[in-house]
């Protein structure tokens, strides 16, 4: 039987997930949604868990409107913006791919904005993900 996770089912994932050998920390199972596989006797043999995540993309007029420093004092501020919004929503994180013709613009978020390297890239595309 496939059934909706239930906060009753922590104790077994915590179980499950120790069982596994990660070597990282349990995420926090309040926040988790999904399904789990039970057997005939009730007990939980498998889950799929998910909890929200966004993908951010950017895009910018690139004419003269504004010099490259005014634009990315003004981005900081849309960023800003845009962390805060998703915060009320209650995303705890988020994901950007970057074109390898912006590696400046990816390091100007690592160095300037907390945005950090994801598990791997995307193709040529710079993969970063940041905690809101």
């Known amino acids: 039987m496939i059934r909706d996770l239930e906060q009753s089912d922590i104790p077994r994932l915590q ?6 050998g990660f070597e990282c920390n349990a995420p926090d ?11 005939a006797d ?4 498998m889950v799929l868990a998910d909890r929200p995540t966004v993908e951010e993309y950017m895009l910018i007029d690139k004419g003269n409107w504004a ?3 005014m634009k990315f004092e003004l981005f900081q501020e849309l960023h800003e913006a845009e962390r805060v919004s998703l915060q ?3 995303i705890e994180d988020c994901h950007i791919f970057v074109p390898p013709c ?5 390091h100007k978020l690592k160095k300037f904005l907390g945005w950090v390297n994801s598990l791997g890239p995307n193709g ?3 993969a ?3 905690d809101v």
């Open 88 to 90: 009320q929503r209650g």
């Open 124 to 126: 040529d595309w710079i």
């Open 15 to 20: 179980e499950l997930f120790s069982s596994q």
């Open 102 to 106: 912006a590696r400046s613009f990816a």
């Open 128 to 130: 970063l993900t940041r």
């Open 42 to 45: 009730g007990v939980i043999r």
């Open 29 to 39: 199972w309040s926040k988790l949604k999904g399904q789990a596989l039970v057997d």
């Open 67 to 69: 010099t490259p420093g």
